[in-house]
């Protein structure tokens, strides 16, 4: 099961949670119930803002091309 990352565009807490992809995507901070950012891993995505964690334990990717 896919692991999503959600982050509070409003607090900036930032959660990961275990989903399936025909679940729902969650829309609201448990926290302040602000509109939430659902951040994808390893597809270089850039991020606004600062503070965002590196995965370390991903491996090299000589490309982005494989899907
Ligand atoms: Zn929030």
């Known amino acids: 099961m896919p ?6 565009k409003a607090c900036e807490h930032t959660f990961e949670m ?3 992809f025909a679940e729902e995507a969650l829309e609201s901070c448990p926290k302040c119930s602000g509109e939430l950012r659902k951040q994808f891993g390893n597809l270089g995505v850039s ?3 600062s503070g965002f964690y590196k995965n370390d334990s991903a491996p090299a990717r000589p490309s ?4």
Do not use: E, L, M, W
């Not at 982005?64 to 899907?67: G, K, L, M």
């Open 3 to 8: 692991t999503y990352t959600y982050v509070c």
């Open 18 to 20: 275990h989903q399936a």
């Open 47 to 49: 991020f606004k803002g």
């Open 64 to 67: 982005s091309t494989d899907s």
